[in-house]
């Protein structure tokens, strides 16, 4: 089993930016892959950003390609979402996810994914 928790998310204003953790623990070595997503109120949950075990693949929404940055430091069992410049779009709860199997990955779908944070909340008012 692994244990994921968010933390970092909090109210900013339109424009700021923020940083995002996950913090894994447990069985950290059978993780593969980890990523991040979000969902906003009335909003089914949608993919942000992936990164694979090594860190030297990653994948992006569109819609936060460019000012948003994934990154993990394995020797902490961490994951980071570093987001800049941002809308009141991004204003959701935000997952992490981590997934166990090294094949056929699908970093855009939330089933591809085994363990789940509890999410943190991320406002942001204009």
């Known amino acids: 089993q692994v244990q994921l928790v968010e933390s970092g998310g909090g109210l900013v204003q339109a424009g700021d930016s923020l940083r995002l953790s996950c913090a894994a623990s447990?069985?950290?070595?059978?993780?593969?892959?980890m990523g991040w997503f979000r969902q906003a109120p009335g909003k089914e949950r949608e993919f942000v950003a992936a990164?694979?075990?090594?860190?030297?693949?990653?994948y992006y929404a569109d819609s936060v390609k460019g000012r948003f940055t994934i990154s993990r430091d394995n020797a902490k069992n961490t994951m980071y979402l570093q987001m800049s410049s941002l809308e009141s779009e991004d204003m959701a709860v935000y997952y992490c996810a981590a997934r166990q199997s090294r094949t056929g990955w699908n970093p855009w779908a939330h089933n591809e994914y085994d363990y789940w944070g509890q999410g943190t909340p991320v406002t942001v008012f204009s």
């Open positions: 990164i694979s075990w090594s860190g030297d693949v990653t």
């Open positions: 447990g069985r950290t070595s059978s993780m593969y892959a």
